[in-house]
């Protein structure tokens, strides 16, 4: 069955630090998909990246950026120059394709809430 | 705004009554997901319908809950003879395609029975 864990219960740190994210995913497909989304004290899961098994290119979306490594089955999240507007929790999640039971959805894991300390 | 919207956002109810959540997917998606969050916790697969058809349900989804999709369009979550562990946030989301592709939330149906 698939699972994602997400080891931090919670990091602070002050503004414009750096800071990384861990994910660690397990899966028995081939083919799936991680996604990292952010949920603000308001309480919507904002969507942030998706990646596919196929891909383990690195991205950069401005001050943010993923490391997927299948080796270690991590898709590690890093923000550079932290500032306090990235307060948030961060899930970390996984689909699969074809393994059924829900496959389809998303399995999420626990959450980093992140306090950047101005 | 064309996201996924939840209605009513908060609900207050006593133990043993039925409440009843609506959520309105972005107009293109053809599969709505249903999640439910608790606090400290990542949001938990319910069940999803691809158009109208239910195709999957979790084994979290007691025979209380009840969800449908008429003419797939929006969908109602129904929870009938509330307990106080249904307190919750329920979360919708949709998405268009098949499975793999980005699921976009909405900002979710906070249900506290009392």
């Known amino acids: 069955a698939q699972k994602v864990t997400q080891a931090q219960t919670e990091i602070s740190v002050v503004e414009k630090e750096d800071v990384t994210l861990d994910c660690v995913y397990e899966?028995?497909?081939?083919?799936?998909?991680l996604f990292w989304y952010k949920q603000p004290p308001s309480g919507e899961l904002v969507f942030l990246i998706r990646?596919?098994?196929?891909?383990?290119q690195n991205e950069i979306s401005g001050r943010y950026s993923w490391n997927f490594q299948k080796s270690t089955s991590s898709f590690n999240f890093t923000i550079t120059a932290s500032q306090v507007v990235d307060s948030a929790v961060y899930f970390c999640a996984l689909s699969e394709t074809y393994s059924g039971g829900g496959a389809d959805g998303l399995t999420f894991g626990k959450g980093t809430h992140l306090i950047i300390q101005p | 705004d064309t996201g996924v919207s939840q209605d009513p956002r908060h609900k207050i109810t006593k133990r043993g009554q039925n409440v009843t959540f609506r959520c309105d997917p972005i107009s293109e998606h053809n599969r709505l997901y249903w999640y439910r969050q608790t606090l400290g916790q990542g949001p938990e697969f319910l069940t999803y319908?691809?158009?109208?058809?239910?195709?999957?349900k979790s084994r979290l989804l007691s025979d209380r809950f009840s969800a449908e999709r008429p003419k797939g369009s929006f969908s109602t979550l129904e929870i009938q003879r509330t307990e106080q562990g249904d307190s919750a946030m329920y979360l919708c989301?949709?998405?268009f395609g098949r499975g793999g592709n980005t699921i976009y939330f909405g900002e979710g149906s906070w249900l506290t029975v009392v």
């Open positions: 899966t028995r497909d081939t083919t799936y998909y």
């Open positions: 319908f691809q158009n109208e058809a239910q195709l999957e």
């Open positions: 990646r596919n098994s196929f891909d383990e």
């Open positions: 989301a949709s998405s």
